[in-house]
């Protein structure tokens, strides 16, 4: 550890003559040279760079080269700090300077597959590239940034991150596969899924990771159905040693793609890989998703991600301000923490509103510029509304009960009740029509299809009806 007599002269000269030793002279010159080592507390390097460029290039490209100097100097919880000394910007004549962590990552490499060549056909079409280019890297699809380091531990996502980081460690070789993240929408459920695959990456540079959305994996899965390559689709995925699919509910009532995505997760989980599923409800609650599949959600953890706490709250608005390099009085902090409660998505945009406005306005942060920020937040933020919210509200505008609603009766009124929900489920959710036929009382696509046709006729042609949709519409929209 540090001992008394380094200094950040000191500290950061043995830096470079290490540095030097392993880049070419003039990128040391035009990078290296300039810098100045600003101060040193603890573990923390602070230096100074010209700009924000200079920084940014620094992080791009020398940072794993920087971390291992200094980690030799300081340790292995060594931290290095940007000091960015502005010279007259904005016409002010004083220089200023701002100040940024180093984040430590650099982008995810491209990966190489060998191919087996033992395949009936030679040219494997990998879903990502364009037709007719024979090309097996694969992109990892993984965003850095979503690393470990900055998806910070609370209790509402102690388990969840636990079993990432175990997974991260021994990827395809823990009972926690398939590791299944469920939880609402802005709680971190694509944060931790990157994270994990970034860990992976860091600590096993040879395992091919791939991050998918349920979305593309269907649309890729809907191609190689048209142009005949639905066995190229299989082998591609087959190939994967970490598979992350993101919003896996997406493939509710997509049976073809279901079908397929069974026969990959079967032939990865039998090879001792890793499958990561990340969706906004438990499997229990899923709807439309077959049973056999189900079934094999729930062979490893299911691991849910609950609404911060105060406490975690706090800790997250302190780390991004620490990005950042921005200070910011307690009691506001404090102030954004009790009153945005819902999930991290709105807390960080609230806290980089206000970063926003205080320094593209030149205004001091103050509590009624913090009351200002969240209330638009909190007034903006659309709430995800369910079939199931549907349904009840629809219910009791109506006074009849959820089941009347959802029976097989033909009365008019329950019917057109029945109609208007279906209507606002296409409207205000992204579930398939097959999906809202299920669970608005066990109907299919074309019912729900014929609703919406319905409750569009009627609005332009009946006063009383109109008013209903229009008071329905303000209930789910408040």
């Not at 380094?6 to 392993?22: G, M, P, Q, R, Y």
């Not at 990561?276 to 499997?283: F, N, V, W």
């Not at 205000?428 to 319905?454: E, M, P, W, Y």
């Amino acid at each position: 550890m540090q001992t008394m007599n380094k200094t950040a002269e000191s500290v950061w000269d043995n830096c470079l003559s290490f540095i030097k030793d392993n880049i070419q002279e003039q990128a040391y010159k035009t990078w290296f040279e300039p810098i100045k080592s600003v101060e040193l507390t603890d573990n923390a390097l602070y230096i100074q760079v010209p700009s924000k460029f200079f920084y940014e290039w620094l992080e791009e490209h020398y940072v794993k080269l920087l971390k291992v100097a200094l980690t030799k100097e300081l340790g292995k919880n060594a931290k290095l700090l940007y000091k960015i000394k502005m010279e007259n910007t904005y016409g002010n004549k004083l220089p200023f300077t701002e100040q940024l962590p180093s984040a430590h990552r650099s982008p995810v490499k491209t990966q190489e597959i060998d191919v087996p060549v033992q395949q009936k056909n030679p040219e494997l079409k990998n879903p990502f590239i364009i037709p007719g280019i024979r090309n097996l890297k694969i992109e990892s699809q993984l965003n850095a940034n979503y690393s470990f380091d900055n998806f910070l531990e609370g209790d509402s996502n102690r388990l969840a991150r636990s079993a990432g980081m175990a997974v991260a460690n021994k990827p395809g070789g823990t009972s926690f596969n398939p590791l299944l993240i469920f939880g609402g929408v802005g709680l971190g459920k694509t944060h931790l899924a990157h994270a994990i695959g970034v860990e992976i990456k860091d600590k096993y540079p040879d395992k091919t990771v791939l991050y998918i959305s349920a979305e593309i994996f269907t649309q890729q899965y809907i191609d190689s159905v048209k142009k005949n390559t639905r066995n190229d689709f299989i082998h591609f995925y087959q190939l994967i040693d970490v598979l992350i699919i993101d919003d896996v509910q997406f493939l509710s009532g997509k049976t073809g793609t279901q079908d397929v995505f069974f026969h990959i997760f079967n032939y990865l989980h039998q090879n001792g890989k890793q499958v990561i599923l990340t969706s906004d409800k438990a499997p229990v609650d899923m709807q439309d998703i077959e049973q056999r599949l189900l079934s094999r959600f729930k062979w490893g953890l299911s691991a849910e991600l609950h609404q911060p706490d105060y406490e975690t709250r706090i800790s997250i608005l302190k780390n991004i301000l620490y990005r950042d390099g921005v200070e910011m009085p307690e009691d506001i902090i404090e102030y954004v923490a009790r009153n945005i409660k819902s999930n991290v998505r709105e807390l960080e945009g609230a806290i980089i509103s206000l970063i926003a406005q205080s320094s593209f306005n030149k205004k001091e942060v103050t509590i009624e510029l913090a009351k200002q920020v969240v209330e638009k937040f909190v007034k903006n933020v659309k709430r995800e509304i369910s079939i199931d919210y549907i349904q009840k509200v629809v219910s009791d505008y109506f006074q009849l009960d959820i089941d009347t609603l959802q029976s097989k009766t033909r009365k008019r009124h329950v019917v057109q009740a029945r109609q208007l929900a279906m209507f606002f489920a296409k409207r205000f959710t992204k579930a398939s029509l097959a999906n809202i036929g299920s669970q608005i009382g066990d109907r299919d696509h074309a019912t729900v299809l014929h609703a919406c046709k319905t409750v569009d006729n009627l609005v332009s042609t009946d006063k009383q009806f109109k008013k209903f949709v229009d008071d329905i519409n303000k209930k789910l929209s408040l």
